[in-house]
């Protein structure tokens, strides 16, 4: 049971499959937001855990990824919007790992194409939309019949917060309690809500020193103030289950700024620190907290990076785009 490997685990979750495997296969999967954020893992491997996440889906944004089989090839192709990913590239070799994790199935090289329909450097991880487009497309393409929650374990495996992204609306992540990771993933919740937006503010498209995988370990290791984290996970994910019921804004919009917020100084107390914002996010987070105070409902949200994202409803879209003119609008619930 002790180290298992995320082909030992795919290789269990596949064990019973019979493939009926088609030409190419086209898939589509929505960008996440975290309203309640994973941070920090129990099992890096198998990227499980410590806390339950929950999200909301961002409706059309997302990765459209279709794979077909090449015939008489020696490697992968992968190909990003359109042109021919390096094979030395960390994204080429991610992408072939995922693949194999079904190749003991289905043996043959494949052809991927991936298309992002969110600009990239637009504060909105297509790692976690790429998986989870990946996974299903890879699960249509060998005729495996896998149901979502066995969609969500597979795309768990290639990014944490992928499992999430195998759904529309408000997703959770349970983060599970078995060893081999069988029991964590995503399910969606019931309710919708058509009047929220998610505004992006694009502040700037730089490349990340810290990735959140190398973030996230290294709060856990060194940030003794990540003691805490679990507690106000779990508080959040309570309150935002009942604010999504209840249909309560305010409720909504403040526990999942300070779950952002909270998590932001989780990483501030590691070694060495470790903080993503930039003098603009500080800029942006400023505007949200003074419209607040003159009376306009929007929070802010922000990941490993230095982008922020605005929570608000329709009804404020008027006062928001004239304070962030340049805000990315985004609708969830279509
Ligand atoms: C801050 O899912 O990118 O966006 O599992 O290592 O691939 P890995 O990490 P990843 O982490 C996302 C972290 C976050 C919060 C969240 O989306 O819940």
Not at 54 to 74: E, H, I, P, Y
Not at 213 to 222: F, I, L, N, P
Not at 265 to 289: H, I, R
Request: include cysteine; aromatic fraction near 8%.
């Amino acid at each position: 049971m002790l180290n298992l490997t995320r082909n030992d685990v795919a290789a269990r979750l596949l064990a019973d499959c019979v493939p009926a495997p088609v030409a190419s296969f086209e898939a589509f999967a929505p960008v996440n937001i975290a309203l309640c954020k994973y941070w920090g893992k129990r099992n890096a491997a198998l990227n499980l855990p410590v806390n339950d996440s929950l999200s909301v889906s961002l409706g059309n944004k997302g990765s459209t990824t279709r794979v077909a089989f090449l015939s008489d090839a020696q490697a992968d192709e992968v190909y990003l919007n359109g042109s021919a990913v390096n094979r030395d590239s960390g994204f080429y070799k991610k992408v072939v790992a995922h693949i194999d994790l079904f190749r003991g199935l289905v043996p043959g090289c494949l052809r991927v194409d991936t298309v992002n329909d969110v600009a990239t450097g637009a504060g909105l991880a297509s790692s976690a939309s790429g998986f989870a487009a990946l996974t299903k497309a890879l699960s249509g393409l060998y005729g495996l019949g896998l149901g979502d929650e066995q969609l969500s374990v597979l795309a768990r495996l290639g990014s944490g917060s992928a499992c999430r992204s195998v759904y529309d609306g408000f997703v959770r992540w349970h983060k599970g309690v078995r060893a081999d990771g069988m029991d964590s993933f995503a399910k969606p919740l019931p309710e919708s809500w058509p009047e929220l937006r998610v505004g992006v503010l694009t502040l700037t498209g730089e490349e990340k020193k810290t990735g959140s995988r190398e973030g996230m370990q290294r709060t856990v290791d060194s940030a003794l103030l990540y003691g805490s984290w679990p507690e106000q996970a779990e508080r959040d994910i309570a309150r935002l289950e009942h604010a999504i019921v209840q249909r309560d804004f305010t409720l909504l919009g403040a526990t999942a700024e300070q779950n952002a917020m909270a998590m932001h100084a989780t990483m501030l107390a590691s070694w060495p620190p470790l903080l993503y914002w930039q003098p603009e996010s500080v800029v942006a987070l400023q505007k949200v907290w003074q419209l607040r105070e003159e009376g306009v409902p929007v929070y802010a949200t922000m990941d490993a990076g230095p982008n922020v994202k605005l929570l608000f409803e329709a009804n404020s879209t008027d006062d928001l785009a004239q304070v962030f003119p340049e805000m990315d609008i985004i609708v969830p619930f279509l």
